[in-house]
């Protein structure tokens, strides 16, 4: 069973629209980190939020680490076709263990 | 500035066969992991190793094995491969604290 759960799975927008996507968790997590994965690649980090209730803006996308750090969302303001690919949260138990979601794909049509 | 390389790129395997996933990292990290990734599934944990004479299992250690060579490498084994391992395997390594995942391009292995 996944441990992290992504909402949604699929989405795909028009240009400059708005979007959020949310990484839920029964668990409890020392820090938890968002990943993007073109295909044919591995996932390459965006993001590390290590405290509960913690923001974090990286250009148009903001982050935001749940206060009882079980739970994690990604906004996305005014998505660009450069945008589109494969958005994972990772959840890390303890110091090593990291967890992956189950991923949204996102598709930003121009 | 190699990062981390996964052999091979591809395999295929008949039922029952064996076969083992080379993965090497050039970051002088400590920590290294297998993953798999199926449609929809996002990535699942097979074996991970904390440091160098340690492994432990992840989410979904059935039917594999690893070993962890010295400090560079980390190899995943399947003794007798099963259609279900068809996927997508991904090698990844970290330095310590909340570090990043650096991962390899991955092995896709298609079991018949």
Known sequence: TQLLEQSPQFLSIQEGENLTVYCNSSSVFSSLQWYRQEPGEGPVLLVTVVTGGEVKKLKRLTFQFGDARKDSSLHITAAQPGDTGLYLCAGVEGTYKYIFGTGTRLKVLA | ?112
């Open chain 2, 1 to 112: 500035n190699a990062g981390v390389t996964q052999t091979p790129k591809f395999q295929v395997l008949k039922t029952g066969q064996s076969m083992t996933l080379q993965c090497a990292q050039d970051m002088n990290h400590n920590s290294m992991y297998w993953y798999r990734q199926d449609p929809g599934m996002g990535l699942r944990l097979i074996y991970y190793s904390a440091s160098e004479g340690t492994t432990d299992k992840g989410e979904v250690p059935n039917g594999y094995n690893v070993s962890r060579l010295n400090k560079r490498e980390f190899s995943l084994r399947l003794e007798s491969a099963a259609p279900s391992q068809t996927s997508v395997y991904f090698c990844a390594s970290t330095g310590q604290g909340y570090s990043p995942l650096h991962f390899g391009n991955g092995t896709r292995l298609t079991v018949t």
